[in-house]
Nanobody, 122 residues
Framework: QVQLVESGGGLVQAGGSLRLSCAASGSIFSINAMGWYRQAPGKQRELVAAITSGSSTNYADPVRGRFTISRDNAKNTVYLQMNSLKPEDTAVYYC????????????????WGQGTLVTVSS
């Protein structure tokens, strides 16, 4: 059983910073891409940032230049450093990873975390 556990959400004033963490645990042979998504009330879940196993990154336009995604492969953990936060960044942030639990697995399985709430006050 593979789990992703997020932490680091909370309430912050506009212009402030937060750092989210997401650790994968359980039976893990290999992790491919990892990413962060968010879902604001009444809106669809959207990609925030993604990082490949080789640490190539991709960002959504609204966060580019303010957010930084990184990963520690030794710890099976992905991070999201969020700076210059805006009220429109308020959302539940979800971690996502493509994981092979065993060496013989044919394909990567997509795993989601439970989400962590980020609230940015104006």
């Amino acid at each position: 059983q593979v789990q992703l556990v997020e932490s680091g959400g909370g309430l912050v004033q506009a212009g402030g910073s937060l750092r989210l963490s997401c650790a994968a645990s359980g039976s893990i042979f290999s992790i491919n891409a990892m990413g962060w998504y968010r879902q604001a009330p009444g809106k669809q879940r959207e990609l925030v940032a993604a990082i490949t196993s080789g640490s190539s990154t991709n960002y959504a336009d609204p966060v580019r230049g303010r957010f930084t995604i990184s990963r520690d492969n030794a710890k099976n953990t992905v991070y999201l450093q969020m700076n210059s936060l805006k009220p429109e960044d308020t959302a539940v942030y979800y971690c996502n990873a493509e994981i092979k639990a065993q060496m013989g697995a044919v394909r990567y399985r997509e795993v989601w975390g439970q989400g962590t709430l980020v609230t940015v006050s104006s």
